[in-house]
């Protein structure tokens, strides 16, 4: 069993910043990629941002480019997301996800969200 176990959300005024920490703990297993998604009320998942454990790549959607910043520590087995310049728009529940060398591009592992809060 693998689990994903997302922190750091609260309530930030706009212009604020937060860190968003995700730790995987359990069963271990080939990682591929972990990333970020965001889910607003009423809304679909959207993908924020990913990183590949080989390599470090990094991906970013549009709307966090040049705000966000996704990171890893492979000791730790923990990715993290910086968030500056946050905009009410953020607010969102984030949602770490892990893709697995086989499931890739599907993500397998999710964790149970953190609400994250940017006040106008």
């Known amino acids: 069993q693998v689990q994903l176990v997302e922190s750091g959300g609260g309530l930030v005024q706009a212009g604020g910043s937060l860190r968003l920490s995700c730790a995987a703990s359990?069963?271990?297993?080939?990682?591929?990629?972990t990333a970020w998604f965001r889910q607003y009320p009423g809304k679909e998942r959207e993908f924020a941002a990913a990183i590949r454990w080989r390599g470090g790549n990094t991906y970013y959607a549009d709307s966090v480019k040049g705000r966000f910043t996704i990171s890893r520590d492979n000791a730790e087995n923990t990715v993290y997301l910086q968030m500056n310049s946050l905009k009410p728009e953020d607010t969102a529940v984030y949602y770490c996800?892990?893709?697995?060398?086989?499931?890739?591009?599907?993500?397998?592992?999710w964790g149970q969200g953190t609400q994250v809060t940017v006040s106008s």
């Open positions: 359990g069963r271990t297993f080939s990682s591929y990629a």
């Open positions: 996800a892990a893709a697995t060398v086989s499931s890739w591009p599907q993500y397998e592992y």
